[in-house]
């Protein structure tokens, strides 16, 4: 099944995933569905809204009061010595007033520029670090999915191993009653024993995947109940596939791992912050215009012009304005702060330069060290499986006793585990080098993220090649 199918299957009701599902096919479709990116989708939309909050410094703001109280009459003016008030129910009247100040931020003198792109770049450090999320996801995916695979290989020689034992046990039994003396009680017990182990070991295996398969549709973002079913029943042969040399993996670990882009991001989201703190008490330029009207008929209108009316009136105009918040303190304080933000991040990076290619540089040795193994393993197996048919056999004709069946029964059962357990790391050691190099998750960054700095543009990675 490719990619995008499993994708749409993604879309589908969960009744609808019972198509086999590759260790691709479950990692697109956790990279669809997992609660934990659907997490980081929250924060990079928080961190949108900000960065419009910023941008909306640049949008005309209005700033309106108005109101509606009772007002007595009142005859006369403040030109007039003869003012008449009239408190009767009759004369009150409904007194109406309007305040308005529409502004337009013309200029901010670099600070909402500033404080803008630190949103803009806080955005990017969110989607990157989606990115690395998204390639745990995948990892965690593949973990689960090979750790099931395990159990199920295994389930298989278990139950072949089972079926031996009792045809041994069901012969010793007949043997022992004939009285013959071929067979003793110890040996007989010997085959109890084998057979009781065996069915512990198949009800642990078969326990075992049916908890990892349980976590792989947690990580998958799908409920317990979801009827989906793998492509593979057991694990996949260990391929003869060659394993790049460090300096390739290092150089691809340079060019795609997010990380990167994270600090890149972050470094410079730290520096805008920083300076739009510091341009904190620099002022606002803006365009401004006032409305203020005011009508009640309970008050004479006075048409006089020098005389304040705050009755009946309408005045309004527009003018060039400068807004300024002076906190010399406050602004140290928080571009301190900002500051601080670029020291981690510059530590962040030594750690990164440093880290990353340990990273890498163990998970292609483990890659190497469970690939050797594994070949050796498989070996034993074959060697075991010899032992343990030939006891079978001698047993079976009377020429071997029950000891060396049960002997060669447990050296065929810990060598096939062995092999399951090097091939099931093999693999698992193959999805974390994918992940150290970058090579998991989402195939590339969003059009406006930059995937990292360009190859050779950290150098932890070439120090550890030549050294």
Same mark, same amino acid.
């Given at each position: $099944?490719?990619?995008?199918?499993?994708?749409?299957?993604?879309?589908?009701?969960?009744?609808?995933?019972?198509?086999?599902?590759?260790?691709?096919?479950?990692?697109?479709?956790?990279?669809?569905?997992?609660?934990?990116?659907?997490?980081?989708?929250?924060? #990079?939309?928080?961190?949108?809204?900000?960065?419009? =909050?910023?941008?909306?410094?640049?949008?005309?703001?209005?700033?309106?009061?108005?109101?509606?109280?009772?007002?007595?009459?009142?005859?006369?003016?403040?030109?007039?010595?003869?003012?008449?008030?009239?408190?009767?129910?009759?004369?009150?009247?409904?007194?109406?007033?309007?305040?308005?100040?529409?502004?337009?931020?013309?200029?901010?003198?670099?600070?909402?520029?500033?404080?803008?792109? +630190?949103?803009?770049?806080?955005?990017?450090?969110?989607? +990157?670090?989606?990115?690395?999320?998204?390639?745990?996801?995948?990892? =965690?995916?593949?973990?689960?999915?090979?750790?099931?695979?395990?159990?199920?290989?295994? !389930?298989?020689?278990?139950?072949?191993?089972?079926?031996?034992?009792?045809?041994?046990?069901?012969?010793?039994?007949?043997?022992?009653?004939?009285?013959?003396?071929?067979?003793?009680?110890? @040996? !007989?017990?010997?085959?109890?024993?084998?057979?009781? =182990? %065996?069915?512990?070991? #198949?009800?642990?295996?078969?326990?075992?995947?049916?908890?990892?398969?349980?976590?792989?549709?947690?990580? $998958?973002? %799908?409920?317990?109940?979801?009827? &989906?079913?793998? +492509?593979?029943?057991?694990?996949?042969?260990?391929?003869? @596939?060659?394993?790049?040399?460090?300096?390739?993996?290092?150089?691809?670990?340079?060019?795609?791992?997010?990380?990167?882009?994270?600090?890149?991001?972050?470094?410079?989201? *730290?520096?805008?912050?920083?300076?739009?703190?510091?341009?904190?008490? *620099?002022?606002?330029?803006? %365009?401004?215009?006032?409305?203020?009207?005011?009508?009640?008929?309970?008050?004479? @209108?006075?048409?006089?012009?020098?005389?304040?009316?705050?009755?009946?009136?309408?005045?309004?105009?527009?003018? &060039?304005?400068?807004?300024?918040?002076?906190?010399?303190? %406050?602004?140290?304080?928080?571009?301190?702060?900002?500051?601080? &933000?670029?020291?981690?991040?510059?530590? !962040?990076?030594?750690?990164?330069?440093?880290?990353?290619?340990?990273?890498?540089?163990?998970?292609?040795?483990?890659?190497?060290?469970?690939? @050797?193994?594994?070949?050796?393993?498989?070996?034993?197996?074959? *060697?075991?499986?010899?032992?343990? !048919?030939?006891?079978?056999? *001698?047993?079976?004709?009377?020429?071997?006793?029950?000891? =060396?069946?049960?002997?060669?029964?447990?050296?065929?059962?810990?060598?096939?585990?062995?092999?399951?357990?090097?091939?099931?790391?093999?693999?698992?050691?193959?999805?974390?080098?994918?992940?150290?190099?970058?090579?998991?998750?989402?195939? +590339?960054?969003?059009?406006?993220?930059?995937?990292?700095?360009?190859?050779?543009?950290?150098?932890?990675?070439?120090? #550890?090649?030549?050294?």
């Amino acid at each position: $099944m490719t990619r995008w199918l499993a994708v749409l299957l993604a879309l589908t009701p969960t009744a609808a995933l019972a198509e086999p599902l590759t260790a691709d096919d479950c990692v697109a479709l956790a990279l669809r569905r997992s609660p934990r990116l659907a997490e980081v989708d929250a924060d #990079i939309h928080g961190y949108r809204a900000r960065l419009a =909050e910023v941008e909306s410094v640049y949008y005309p703001k209005l700033y309106a009061l108005g109101w509606v109280a009772p007002m007595y009459t009142v005859h006369g003016s403040a030109l007039t010595s003869d003012v008449e008030r009239d408190y009767s129910a009759s004369a009150w009247g409904p007194y109406t007033h309007l305040e308005a100040t529409l502004a337009q931020p013309l200029y901010t003198f670099g600070r909402v520029a500033a404080g803008e792109e +630190a949103a803009s770049q806080r955005v990017a450090v969110e989607r +990157a670090r989606r990115r690395v999320v998204a390639a745990e996801v995948a990892l =965690e995916v593949r973990r689960l999915y090979y750790t099931r695979l395990y159990a199920l290989s295994m !389930l298989p020689s278990l139950e072949a191993a089972e079926r031996l034992v009792v045809e041994a046990e069901a012969t010793a039994n007949e043997k022992y009653e004939a009285g013959t003396g071929e067979v003793t009680q110890p @040996d !007989l017990m010997r085959l109890v024993y084998g057979r009781v =182990e %065996l069915t512990r070991f #198949i009800r642990a295996a078969r326990d075992g995947a049916e908890l990892a398969d349980a976590a792989l549709k947690h990580a $998958m973002g %799908l409920p317990a109940d979801a009827p &989906i079913e793998l +492509a593979e029943d057991r694990l996949p042969d260990a391929g003869s @596939d060659a394993l790049p040399d460090l300096a390739t993996l290092l150089r691809q670990a340079g060019e795609r791992r997010p990380e990167w882009a994270q600090l890149d991001h972050g470094a410079k989201a *730290a520096s805008a912050l920083a300076r739009a703190e510091q341009l904190a008490n *620099a002022p606002v330029l803006l %365009l401004a215009g006032t409305l203020s009207a005011s009508w009640t008929p309970t008050r004479d @209108d006075a048409a006089n012009p020098y005389h304040y009316d705050p009755y009946n009136e309408l005045v309004g105009g527009v003018a &060039i304005a400068v807004k300024w918040d002076f906190d010399p303190a %406050l602004a140290a304080a928080r571009s301190d702060g900002a500051e601080a &933000i670029s020291e981690r991040v510059v530590a !962040l990076r030594a750690f990164a330069e440093s880290g990353i290619p340990l990273q890498v540089s163990k998970a292609r040795q483990e890659v190497a060290r469970h690939r @050797d193994l594994e070949a050796l393993a498989r070996e034993a197996v074959t *060697a075991t499986r010899r032992w343990m !048919l030939f006891a079978s056999a *001698a047993y079976k004709t009377g020429t071997g006793e029950a000891r =060396e069946l049960v002997e060669g029964l447990v050296a065929y059962l810990q060598a096939r585990r062995t092999h399951y357990e090097h091939l099931r790391d093999l693999l698992v050691a193959r999805a974390e080098l994918r992940y150290a190099v970058g090579d998991d998750g989402p195939p +590339a960054a969003p059009p406006d993220v930059p995937a990292g700095p360009p190859a050779g543009a950290h150098p932890g990675a070439e120090e #550890i090649v030549h050294d």
